[in-house]
């Protein structure tokens, strides 16, 4: 009876020390199709570091370049997503990107969503990183918005799905549909309204992606590979017309996180967030006023 009882407890009150995010209770990914990589992107760069085989993309950086590619059409919002897979090892200063922009299309005063994995060095895990930047924030004097994340699971081992959600009222990050962060709109200033493209790169960022510029890419782990799969859109494109209705992550009729999604999130902040620019005393934060503004 006694061990009855406990297994009931567990059940009905599970631990939030857990090793895995408790449900969000909702699966968004399997709401949108599927797409071919051939069908949905192009190659933008570094055409000879990419590789499509049965619509999975693998790509590469080397000493003599990396890749990227590009969504075939910008949009205006939608649900944007692969399954990525990273490489083990040392990967200091190697960046692998899942991101929108529209950096193409405003050069020097460009919006940007990021998903970039910030790699590593021997033993310690990937730092996942989430970004915002609004007309202009990210070019010049750079203004962050960065959340970043150490994940439950070790990136490197298989493929996991990667998501941004992007409406008109907000922004939320996804991992394998556990919402992990929430940008919502509080000003005009403080949120990317232009269309943008979707995109995904592997480059060598060594001035700062891992621990602030410490450690360096080095060309004797090379290639530095990532791979892609599973992309999964949907939304409304540049060209869709002004009825065209933005999709959600959610299954409640206003289209805001549920309160299981919401527990799995302050979930994943509870013991998963690494950094939160919000919180960073040595930030100005009068250039960030969503912090402090509700």
Request: glycine fraction near 8%; hydrophobic fraction near 35%.
């Amino acid at each position: 009876m006694a061990i009855f009882l406990s297994f009931l407890l567990i059940l009905l009150f599970p631990s939030a020390n857990a090793d895995w995010p408790p449900s969000p209770g909702y699966w968004p990914s399997s709401k949108f199709r599927p797409m071919s990589f051939n069908k949905g992107f192009r190659n933008l760069w570094g055409p000879g570091h990419q590789r499509v085989d049965q619509n999975a993309l693998t790509i590469w950086l080397d000493r003599t370049s990396g890749s990227g590619f590009k969504s075939v059409k910008p949009f205006r919002s939608g649900y944007f997503g692969a399954s990525i897979k990273v490489q083990p090892g040392y990967t200091a200063g190697v960046i692998t990107a899942f991101y929108l922009s529209n950096n193409e299309a405003h050069p020097g005063f460009h919006d940007e969503v990021d998903i970039d994995f910030l790699g590593t060095t021997f033993g310690k895990p990937y730092t996942l990183q989430t970004n915002v930047y609004i007309r202009g924030s990210g070019d010049g004097k750079i203004i962050g918005r960065e959340m970043k994340f150490h994940l439950w699971f070790d990136p490197t081992k298989d493929f996991h799905h990667y998501a941004i959600l992007w409406s008109p009222r907000e922004i939320i990050f996804l991992v394998d549909d556990v919402p992990i962060r929430r940008y919502p709109k509080k000003s005009a200033a403080t949120f990317p309204l232009r269309p943008m493209w979707v995109y995904g790169s592997i480059w060598d960022a060594s001035s700062w992606a891992t621990e602030d510029g410490k450690y360096k890419a080095d060309y004797r782990y090379q290639p530095f590979v990532a791979k892609y799969t599973n992309f999964r859109a949907g939304g409304c494109s540049a060209y869709a017309p002004a009825w065209c209705r933005p999709v959600s992550v959610s299954p409640s009729r206003s289209g805001r996180l549920t309160r299981q999604q919401r527990r799995a999130m302050r979930w994943v902040q509870r013991y998963h967030m690494v950094y939160n620019y919000c919180r960073d005393p040595k930030r100005n934060h009068a250039l960030t006023p969503e912090c402090w503004t509700k």
